[in-house]
């Protein structure tokens, strides 16, 4: 009983301690400790502010965005050629001129140009506007929602 009792003391006693401590990486990287060497961070601190956060600014405007797990329409997928990314390209703008509201993100995954649009909390959101883009047919009728990272703006 008496171990038990002890155990239990000790193992609070940890948890207060690493409480107090500074959790961050930055912080356990800058603790002082005997018998080891000192690092000194010098950095803006917008730098140190995004460090262990998911929050990371995409825009100019210092616009800010939460990313998560979502879905998003792929409406192009094409090989790694310079026709493949003209194309890519070329069907981001039809959907941006067709949905301006709907944000569309044309990358290099390689070996493959993508072009994929929206940031859809739920599949439903997604299918929805998956319809309307398949009813609009031409290059619009081979879409898919995939499982991808979205933008949740702050």
Same mark, same amino acid.
């Given at each position: 009983m008496?171990?038990?009792?002890?155990?239990?003391?000790?193992?609070?006693?940890?948890a207060v301690?690493?409480?107090?401590?500074?959790?961050?990486?930055?912080? $356990?990287?800058?603790?002082?400790v005997?018998?080891q060497?000192?690092?000194?961070?010098?950095?803006?601190?917008?730098?140190?502010s995004l460090?262990?956060?998911?929050?990371?600014p995409?825009?100019?405007?210092?616009?800010?965005?939460?990313?998560?797990?979502?879905?998003?329409?792929q409406i192009?997928?094409?090989?790694n050629?310079?026709?493949?990314k003209?194309?890519?390209?070329?069907?981001?703008k #039809?959907?941006?001129?067709?949905?301006?509201e709907?944000?569309?993100?044309?990358?290099f995954?390689?070996? #493959?140009?993508?072009?994929?649009?929206g940031?859809?909390s739920?599949?439903?959101?997604a299918d929805?506007v998956m319809?309307?883009?398949?009813?609009?047919g031409?290059?619009?009728k081979?879409? $898919?929602?995939?499982r991808?990272?979205?933008?949740?703006?702050?």
């Amino acid at each position: 009983m008496k171990r038990l009792v002890l155990l239990s003391v000790l193992c609070l006693v940890c948890a207060v301690s690493a409480s107090a401590q500074d959790n961050s990486i930055l912080g $356990s990287l800058q603790r002082d400790v005997p018998g080891q060497g000192k690092v000194t961070i010098h950095q803006d601190a917008r730098i140190a502010s995004l460090v262990g956060s998911d929050a990371v600014p995409v825009a100019a405007d210092g616009t800010r965005v939460l990313k998560k797990a979502g879905y998003r329409i792929q409406i192009y997928a094409g090989n790694n050629t310079r026709a493949a990314k003209n194309q890519a390209h070329d069907v981001a703008k #039809r959907v941006k001129e067709l949905f301006p509201e709907l944000p569309v993100y044309t990358t290099f995954n390689p070996p #493959r140009w993508l072009c994929r649009a929206g940031d859809f909390s739920s599949i439903e959101e997604a299918d929805a506007v998956m319809r309307q883009l398949r009813a609009l047919g031409g290059d619009f009728k081979a879409v $898919s929602i995939v499982r991808e990272q979205i933008n949740v703006p702050l």
